[in-house]
């Protein structure tokens, strides 16, 4: 069993930066994928960034590609989602998921495809 909670969520103003927390507790697979998506109200979960927790190649999702960036913190069991120049448009819920066993990489932006997952964190942008 994997448990994942989120921290550094808020609210900010537009421009600004703020970095969201991962901790992760219990045991994943070695190749085990971990993702962040996104949910704002009345839309669909969001694909942001996913990764291998032992480490890897990081895949990012266009709309933020440039402006987010994956890290990991493996002797924390930790994952950021590092995010610079927020706008309006991201704030949503944001959540961390991590996949049971290994998935291939077309599947990482496929949330149904991730197991377990935090309970989201509030980010709000306002202009």
């Known amino acids: 069993q994997v448990q994942l909670v989120e921290s550094g969520g808020g609210s900010v103003q537009a421009g600004a930066s703020l970095t969201l927390s991962c901790v992760a507790s219990?045991?994943?697979?070695?190749?085990?994928?971990m993702g962040w998506f996104r949910q704002a109200p009345g839309d669909e979960r969001e694909f942001l960034a996913a990764?291998?927790?032992?480490?890897?190649?990081?895949y990012y999702a266009e709309t933020v590609k440039g402006r987010f960036s994956l890290s990991r913190d493996n002797d924390r069991n930790t994952a950021y989602l590092q995010m610079s120049c927020l706008g309006r448009e991201d704030t949503a819920v944001y959540f961390c998921?991590?996949?049971?066993?290994?998935?291939?990489?077309?599947?990482?932006?496929?949330?149904?495809?991730?197991?377990?997952w935090g309970q989201g964190i509030q980010v709000t942008v306002s202009s």
């Open positions: 998921a991590a996949s049971e066993t290994d998935l291939w990489y077309e599947d990482w932006s496929t949330d149904a495809r991730y197991k377990y």
């Open positions: 219990g045991r994943t697979a070695n190749r085990s994928a």
């Open positions: 990764t291998i927790w032992s480490g890897g190649v990081t």
